[in-house]
């Protein structure tokens, strides 16, 4: 099993940065990829940022140039680092981990943080 504890989501102004944080902990063996979703109220859960063990990443189009996912594996944390966040940005942000063993994949969540761009 493996835990996820998201935190560092709060209410920002627009144009303004935040970062989030998701601690990765347990039998974290085989987990390789990392990412970030988000679901707004009404919206389907929309992938932001994932990043692989090797450090390739990608991003959600809307994101792209003002949102950096990045992990820290001696610490077993992924960061989401929000920059220029715009209302649209408004969601719940969950972290996630997928996990490899023996070809079978398993899927992790996080309770989720909530981030609020308003003014």
């Known amino acids: 099993q493996v835990q996820l504890v998201e935190s560092g989501g709060g209410l920002v102004q627009p144009g303004g940065s935040l970062r989030v944080s998701c601690a990765v902990s347990?039998?974290?063996?085989?987990?390789?990829?990392m990412g970030w979703y988000r679901q707004a109220p009404g919206n389907q859960r929309e992938l932001v940022a994932s990043?692989?063990?090797?450090?390739?990443?990608n991003y959600l189009d809307s994101v792209k140039g003002r949102f950096a996912i990045s992990r820290d594996n001696a610490k077993n944390t992924v960061y989401l680092q929000m920059n220029s966040l715009k209302p649209e940005d408004t969601a719940v942000y969950y972290c996630?981990?997928?996990?490899?063993?023996?070809?079978?994949?398993?899927?992790?969540w996080g309770q989720g943080t909530q981030v609020t761009v308003s003014s």
């Open positions: 347990g039998s974290i063996f085989g987990v390789d990829s």
């Open positions: 990043i692989t063990s090797g450090g390739s990443t």
């Open positions: 996630s981990a997928k996990q490899t063993i023996m070809g079978i994949n398993y899927n992790y």
